[in-house]
């Protein structure tokens, strides 16, 4: 029943976040939608504070579950398709965007978090193995979490009938011009781009003890 009465109320502070943002929940206004007294969100969340973190945590994790993996995929279509969710899931859920960027998080909603950045992570990963990546896989992913947080941020900002529709997609293509080598992988780019699409096969090359493949990684990052 505890868990049944925390889970009822996380949804009901959700709604009210979505229709009203963060000034809309109110200890009292939950509980009322809720049916319950207020010690009873005292006691479950400790304040308004613990509450609106658990809207995040649930949040974040609802949103994380969405990231799926498609092995067969097109590893850019793939990418593209992780940028996509992003947006449309900040476009839908302004206000609980912005929670999930501007407070400090707990430690199950940076869990929820970190799942969300190893799957970026895997995405740009499998970019690189197929040869279609210029940069480094840490300045790529940070180029895509930088640009496509940006873009929510954005476009949530304008009012609705305003919005820039094409502000997306301008934005992908220049983050692509930057870290992607174009429609095929390069045959002649220079040692960078190899490097990068060596590095990340290394998980895979199991003729090397883990002391060589950690040398090997420093020297190909060098070059990437």
């Not at 509450?51 to 995929?73: F, I, R, T, W």
């Not at 839908?92 to 707990?106: E, W």
């Not at 003729?207 to 990684?217: I, V």
Request: charged share 25%; net charge negative; glycine share 10%.
């Amino acid at each position: 029943m505890p868990d049944d009465r925390r889970t009822n109320l996380i949804e009901v502070a959700a709604q009210l976040l979505a229709s009203g943002g963060p000034e809309a929940v109110t200890t009292r206004s939950v509980a009322l939608a809720a049916g319950v007294q207020a010690p009873t969100i005292y006691r479950l969340f400790g304040d308004k504070n613990g509450l609106l973190d658990a809207v995040v945590e649930h949040g974040l994790a609802n949103y994380v579950d969405q990231k799926h993996l498609d092995p067969g995929a097109d590893p850019v279509e793939s990418l593209r398709a992780g940028w996509d969710l992003h947006v449309g899931f900040g476009l839908a859920n302004p206000a609980l965007f912005r929670l999930m960027h501007t407070a400090l998080g707990t430690p199950d909603g940076q869990a929820a978090a970190e799942r969300g950045t190893r799957v970026l992570r895997e995405r740009i990963r499998r970019v690189a193995a197929a040869g279609r990546l210029r940069v480094s896989e840490r300045r790529a992913e940070e180029l895509v979490r930088a640009a496509g947080t940006g873009v929510v941020f954005t476009l949530i900002e304008q009012p609705a009938g305003e919005r820039d529709e094409g502000l997306s997609t301008a934005a992908w293509e220049s983050v692509c011009g930057v870290v992607l080598t174009g429609d095929r992988p390069p045959t002649g780019t220079g040692p960078a781009a190899a490097a990068v699409t060596l590095r990340a096969a290394l998980p895979d090359l199991t003729e090397f003890t883990p002391a060589e493949r950690q040398l090997l990684d420093e020297w190909l990052n060098r070059l990437g």
